[in-house]
């Protein structure tokens, strides 16, 4: 099956934040939601969309969690026959869903824009200490679902990708994968591409100062229009 590398990254995208449903009318809608302080990266999302269907959809407040989130909702039937068509149903995959099929047996680069989609939705990059040093300096990329499939099939295909050092755990609907260590996450952040800048200046901030601080790093002066600092910027581009 020949599908772009824009159209691989929304699925992952999909798999990640994403949901169909059916309203009363019995229509399908096709919708993904993040936090407020991931605006940049629904733009983003906005221009995948843009390049895929040529339809424009607007990424704008949406009621939910605490104090709302922002998203992106359309009921457009290229949108939403392009998911049914790959057999994504409404409403059920919240504890079944695993890597396609199409995705495992794919070429790299759109294995690459899959895996980029579901990790700026539904993955973190997080830091622990090591052995008796009091900074946080070892990186870990983390991904957290409610499917085992989900799990069990990334981690397939992440050692498809040649990523190793992967751990899983986790049981009762609380499923964990991590890819661990400086040598991963490096390979991770050059061969992904992560458009997410929540991820990009975590990673940034470890590069430049070899270890984490979360209030150093929220601290930091962004560029305009970006959440990035210029020296962050040109890092990870």
């Not at 096709?30 to 269907?53: A, N, P, T, V």
């Not at 939910?64 to 009921?75: M, V, Y």
């Not at 990329?141 to 990334?154: G, N, Y």
Request: proline share 3%; glycine share 6%; net charge positive.
């Amino acid at each position: 099956m020949n599908i772009s590398l824009e159209f691989a990254e929304i699925i992952g995208a999909h798999i990640g934040d994403g949901t169909l449903y059916k309203t009363n009318s019995n229509s399908i809608v096709w919708e993904i939601r993040g936090s407020l302080e991931e605006k940049e990266y629904y733009e983003h999302l906005k221009e995948l969309i843009l390049k895929i269907y040529n339809i424009k959809v607007i990424p704008k407040f949406r009621s939910g969690g605490k104090n709302g989130c922002w998203g992106i909702q359309t009921s457009k039937k290229e949108i939403t026959s392009s998911f049914l068509n790959m057999n994504f149903l409404p409403e059920t995959k919240t504890y079944t869903i695993a890597v396609p099929h199409y995705i495992l047996n794919s070429e790299i680069n759109i294995k690459r824009a899959f895996v980029r989609g579901l990790f700026d939705t539904d993955g973190c990059i997080r830091f622990d200490k090591f052995k008796k040093k009091k900074e946080y300096v070892f990186p870990r990329i983390e991904f957290t679902f409610a499917s085992s499939p989900l799990r069990d099939s990334l981690k397939i295909l992440l050692e498809s990708m040649k990523f190793n050092k992967i751990s899983i755990w986790g049981k009762e609907k609380t499923f964990h994968l991590s890819c661990s260590g400086k040598e991963m996450t490096k390979k991770w952040f050059l061969e992904i591409k992560p458009k997410n800048s929540k991820h990009l200046k975590k990673y940034a901030y470890w590069l430049i100062n070899k270890q984490y601080n979360k209030e150093l790093c929220n601290a930091t002066v962004a560029q305009p229009g970006t959440a990035l600092t210029q020296k962050q910027q040109a890092i990870v581009t």
